[in-house]
């Protein structure tokens, strides 16, 4: 599965548009999240007009509510007080006026059976919609029910302060006892919200033809005064009057259909929706008030100190005195909240629930600030063929930023693979040639650089080369092989030297493999690069005699298990773990009180490794504290996928994350991580340096060849260019100690000599430009003469293209012509095209008629 | 052509191309990236047509141009 489009399909279900607890369970489904926030922030005008437009009518809600919303609020103990909130808003706003719409008028008619406030908000909804609204009252007031509950002159007041704009019509003492009465009145449609107990004109048994309860239709009468009961077709399914010009239609709600309180005057609400849909389309449609979520609350956000800091102060239910104290919003006597203050305090308890687990743990989505229906629909994009000059391609960079670490899909309720799509993204975009080579280039070349003869080292442990039959103990009863990974010999070459060493003298027969899992290459997309180092690694261990390998990378050991499960593969750690029964006392305790393990992404789910670093660290006396976030969700250092090159801010911002996590030094097992950790400032140490640290490497083992360790730096990070001297040192060390073979590394020799500082040196590194490269670059400026002289420092420079790279240097003369002063490095990826046609002066056909490439006379 | 300049040719000291031993001009050059071909003036030999390019425009202009074709 390759084709990005296969890892789509669970992104349909992601959970991030899902409506919290408290909207789903709201009779209104107030917009809670979009209403605490206009709230804590202040804006009581838009607060009130969120809930105003929810409610309808927002000081009768705000009183009568009981609140369903409090049962389901995740923050259990002390629930967010909404009821509070809403009432603060209603009496803090001031611009309580409502929305006045200029629309023009409606010819269709509708009939409202009851001025309850189910009657009354179907009434407020048609009204704003311009239907022209009568209202038939069998009372001499308006309130229904309500009057009982509270003050009927808050309601009055609510029903003045929304009507103000409205048109509508009111016939108190006018009892309606049957649907001819109305249906001769020339009306389109009815609501019966005659409350409790009221006439339900035949509409509580009645099911519509779209199977909805509470709804009929009855045929319109043309001419005649007066439609009889036997005139009324209830269903006219199939007779082709679908349209509700021919049919009158019958809704019930609110108590009548047994919606009580403020659910009746939702119901009613939601009828201006329903009475508008068959209005316009003649859809006999209405649908149960009611909407279940399936929000997925991550469990981290319950341990925010925030909701924990203040227990609950008691029950909600008990009526409280009207002195509550400040800030104690769970009262329900309506002063709880008396306060801007208060009023923002009580917001910012909220927890805004939402489904956002990936944007929580997932670094690429923090860092774009996107969701993954997003990302999927960008990949999507960037992904289908054809050029950027037809379609838009916004995921190329984030592609290549993904650190592939997994952590999505492993905090995602539904399966949302990110990492996935992206991977086969970026094979796509490698198939269609449209993937920047900058972005994956250094690494694709440090891989080959690993894997070529300078670095790659296939030794077979001595009992699979000698075929003696000693008994081996050790488990699958075969040989092993040190698999270090290509990375901890270019940091650190003497720590692989130690801890083979240490492998040896456990009297096991251990090979050593010194090469890369493949892991640039699946990261940058190139399959087929990809596909041929899988195969290599594979002949090698076959070469070998198919020993266990013991890896010191977790991510070789990840990468192996996925694409090479035939390959018996252990971690380096386990293997000491198991041999080494307790460490040398003598090694020195690491200067720090207590440290804390960073689990690399790649050991996630791998519980024998995690424990085996973490009995390793305890038997070299090291106090060990967890990490605020570890195990299942352990998450990358910002190396993995590569992401460096193709957004350089994304790795430094995901870097400074982990190191924010803990001010405890940190211990880990992949050596990325341990060079990311320290580059950014970070007290961090491989676990092997603790086990084997420089003063337990045996003499006979340093013999070292003197140019090459000279270039390795005493302290500090390696430069790029070291890493790779690292590992000719490596190798060539373990040839002579073992095998007593003397290695000739195959490297261009030139007549001349750089002299570079410490600071060129340094900025060198940062663009990843290899010392090897600026050599070359020399050597052909030198060569060629193609220079250019600055008059007044008289330094010389010049450029030329290395692979894909264009480098520029600057340099000066020496005394000795052997010896240049280097000055200055830059490069670019733009090439420089065409250079002896510029201008058009000379023409192409100069070129073709075989002179020689910019020399000789433009005049000739 | 007498009114083009060179990205970075007024701030430097003269060049001087060692080849033909001339002064360096603006002239038109021709850039390729990601198989995107464009041209830009910058200082260049008169006679061969060697290219010199700045740190300021390859870290300027040039980087912007590179990464807003990486999105392309």
């Not at chain 1, 800091?309 to 008990?318: A, Q, V, W």
């Not at chain 1, 390696?718 to 190798?731: D, F, M, Q």
């Not at chain 1, 894909?804 to 090439?831: C, G, I, Q």
């Amino acid at each position: 599965m390759h084709r990005p489009e296969d890892h789509m399909k669970p992104f349909n279900n992601c959970l991030m548009r899902e409506p919290p607890f408290c909207t789903a369970n709201c009779p209104f489904h107030l917009d809670v999240s979009d209403f605490v926030e206009k709230a804590g922030k202040g804006l009581h005008n838009t607060a009130f007009r969120t809930y105003r437009n929810a409610v309808g009518f927002p000081r009768t809600v705000s009183r009568i509510c009981p609140a369903p919303c409090k049962s389901v609020c995740p923050l259990r103990g002390r629930p967010i007080a909404l009821r509070d909130m809403e009432q603060a808003v209603v009496a803090f706003a001031d611009d309580t006026r409502p929305n006045n719409y200029n629309i023009p008028h409606r010819n269709r008619r509708v009939a409202i059976i009851g001025a309850g406030v189910s009657g009354m908000g179907c009434a407020l909804r048609m009204a704003a919609k311009k239907y022209h609204v009568e209202i038939f009252e069998s009372t001499d007031r308006i309130g229904g029910r309500i009057a009982r509950t509270i003050d009927a002159e808050v309601f009055l007041k609510d029903v003045e302060e929304q009507f103000q704009y409205e048109e509508y019509t009111i016939h108190f003492n006018r009892t309606i006892r049957t649907r001819s009465e109305l249906n001769a009145l020339g009306f389109d449609a009815v609501y019966a919200a005659t409350g409790k107990g009221g006439h339900d004109f035949g509409l509580m048994d009645a099911v519509g033809e779209n199977g909805d309860l509470h709804c009929l239709t009855d045929e319109k009468m043309a001419g005649r005064a007066h439609g009889g009961e036997e005139n009324v077709l209830s269903d006219r399914a199939g007779l082709g009057v679908g349209r509700s010009e021919h049919r009158i239609g019958w809704f019930a709600g609110g108590g009548l259909i047994g919606d009580e309180s403020v659910y009746a005057l939702a119901d009613g609400l939601l009828m201006g929706n329903v009475l508008d849909a068959f209005l316009k389309t003649g859809n006999l449609l209405w649908p149960k008030n009611r909407f279940e979520t399936k929000m997925y609350l991550n469990p981290r956000k319950l341990e925010d100190p925030v909701s924990e800091s203040d227990p609950p102060t008691g029950s909600g239910e008990e009526n409280r005195s009207s002195c509550d104290c400040a800030g104690n919003a769970a009262s329900h006597d309506g002063t709880a909240i008396s306060t801007a203050a208060e009023l923002k305090a009580e917001a910012d308890r909220c927890l805004r629930c939402r489904c956002d687990s990936c944007r929580m743990f997932c670094d690429l989505t923090d860092f774009f600030n996107k969701w993954p229906p997003r990302i999927r629909d960008e990949v999507f994009a960037t992904t289908l063929p054809g050029s950027a000059e037809v379609k838009a391609t916004p995921a190329k960079r984030l592609m290549s930023t993904c650190n592939q670490c997994g952590v999505c899909r492993e905090v995602c309720p539904e399966d949302i693979d990110m990492g996935r799509l992206i991977l086969a993204g970026r094979r796509s975009m490698h198939r269609q040639e449209k993937v920047p080579w900058f972005f994956h280039d250094f690494w694709v070349r440090d891989m080959e650089f690993s894997d070529g003869e300078n670095a790659r080292l296939c030794k077979s442990p001595i009992a699979a080369e000698s075929a003696t039959s000693r008994p081996r103990p050790e488990r699958r009863g075969n040989a092993f092989a040190f698999f270090p990974g290509c990375q901890i010999g270019a940091s650190d070459p003497d720590l692989v030297l130690r801890t083979y060493a240490a492998l040896r003298a456990t009297g096991q027969d251990v090979g050593i493999l010194l090469r890369c899992c493949g892991a640039p290459a699946e990261w940058s997309g190139d399959d087929g690069k990809h596909r041929a180092c899988l195969q290599s690694i594979t002949e090698d261990w076959r070469r070998m005699g198919k020993p266990t390998l013991l890896a010191a990378c977790p991510t070789c050991i990840k990468k192996f298990r996925e694409y090479l499960p035939a390959l018996p593969i252990l971690s380096v750690y386990e293997a000491l773990d198991d041999r080494l029964p307790s460490l040398a006392p003598a090694n020195p305790k690491p200067a720090a009180d207590a440290w804390a393990i960073f689990d690399p992404c790649s050991a996630r789910h791998r519980e024998p490794l995690k424990a085996a670093v973490r009995s390793l660290a305890r038997k070299a006396g090291i106090a060990l504290k967890p990490l605020p976030i570890q195990d299942d969700i352990a998450r990358c250092c910002g190396f993995g996928g590569q992401p460096a090159a193709a957004n350089p801010e994304y790795a430094r911002f995901v870097a400074e994350k982990r190191i924010a996590e803990s001010a405890l030094p940190y211990i880990t097992y992949c050596v990325n991580c341990r060079d990311v950790f320290t580059d950014a400032g970070k007290a961090s140490k491989h676990i092997l340096e603790i086990l084997f640290p420089p003063e337990t490497q045996p003499a006979n083992d340093r013999p070292a060849d003197e140019r090459l360790s000279g270039d390795r730096p005493a302290h500090g990070q390696p430069t790029v260019t070291e890493r790779r001297n690292n590992r000719i040192y490596l190798k060539r060390n373990l040839l002579k100690t073992y095998w007593g073979e003397d290695m000739q590394p195959q490297q261009p020799t030139y007549g001349f000599e750089l002299v570079i500082d410490d600071a060129l040196k340094a900025k060198i590194n940062r663009q990843r430009i290899l010392e090897s490269e600026v050599y070359e670059v020399v050597d052909f400026l030198t060569r060629t003469g193609r220079r250019v002289r600055n008059e007044t420092t008289g330094s010389l420079s010049g450029y030329k293209q290395v692979g894909h790279m264009t480098y520029w240097v600057e340099y000066r003369k020496t005394d000795r012509p052997d010896l240049f002063l280097l000055t200055n490095v830059y490069a670019h990826r733009m090439s420089i095209e065409r250079e002896n046609m510029w201008n058009g002066v000379r023409p192409e056909e100069y070129l073709r008629g075989g002179k020689a490439y910019g020399r000789g006379d433009p005049d000739d | 052509m007498t009114d083009r300049k060179a990205d970075g040719a007024e701030t430097r000291s003269r060049r001087i191309c060692e080849l033909c031993d001339v002064e360096m001009t603006p002239l038109e050059a021709q850039f390729n990236y990601l198989n995107r071909t464009f041209k830009h003036v910058v200082l260049r030999c008169p006679r061969c047509g060697q290219v010199y390019i700045p740190e300021e425009l390859a870290e300027g202009r040039m980087r912007e141009v590179e990464k807003t074709l990486e999105e392309k």
